[in-house]
């Protein structure tokens, strides 16, 4: 039970099942709803491998941003799809993208994600009954008492995912966005 909690409060509430000296699932499921997840996970080596990239910091901030620009401008004006805005004198790192598919079914958005997935492309949605990949709600956290909040659970149901990684090029950004606004159109269509 300390191991899986140990995981849990780390920061890896999701995928605790790649964790090849863990307990079993079932050890997990006990407690998945009941332990926070607190990030736990700086310790000396990483904080050593972290210092000479805060010096590159801003540099990458920028290539993230570019990223983020670059597959937010191929998914503007899809349609069923909303752009989320950003306000002019916000600053953010565009590590990850998200959009809404707002109203639409469950049974739309996750046969989105399939197409999208059988082509390559791997969103995330935080609207699942679940807590899955990274993607949980107030609502899946027991550990803290939560009213029901029903615009926020409207907007929940629609939000759309996606890590935007350094290592993806340009290219690559136009080439996903296309995939995201033609499978989203297809969907929408039917």
């Not at 999701?14 to 307990?23: F, G, K, S, T, V």
């Not at 401008?73 to 004198?89: F, H």
Request: aromatic letters at 8%; hydrophobic letters at 40%.
């Amino acid at each position: 039970m300390l191991a899986a909690k140990a995981t849990m409060l780390s920061g890896s509430y999701m995928l605790y099942e790649r964790h090849l000296a863990a307990p079993g699932p079932e050890v997990f499921e006990r407690i998945k709803y009941t332990t926070p997840n607190v990030s736990g996970r700086m310790d000396n080596l990483r904080a050593a491998i972290l210092r000479p990239q805060l010096r590159d910091l801003d540099r990458q901030v920028r290539r993230w941003n570019e990223r983020y620009a670059e597959i937010e401008a191929g998914l503007r004006g899809t349609p069923g799809l909303t752009i989320v805005e950003r306000p002019a004198e916000e600053s953010y790192v565009g590590s990850s993208i998200q959009f809404l598919l707002l109203d639409w079914a469950p049974e739309r958005i996750a046969e989105v994600l399939r197409r999208c997935a059988d082509r390559g492309v791997e969103l995330k949605w935080f609207g699942g009954a679940e807590p899955t990949g990274f993607t949980s709600r107030y609502d899946s956290w027991r550990y803290a008492e939560s009213e029901r909040m029903p615009e926020t659970d409207r907007i929940l149901r629609g939000i759309i995912d996606m890590r935007v990684p350094l290592t993806f090029s340009l290219d690559d950004c136009r080439l996903i966005s296309g995939i995201i606004r033609a499978e989203v159109g297809a969907v929408f269509q039917q």
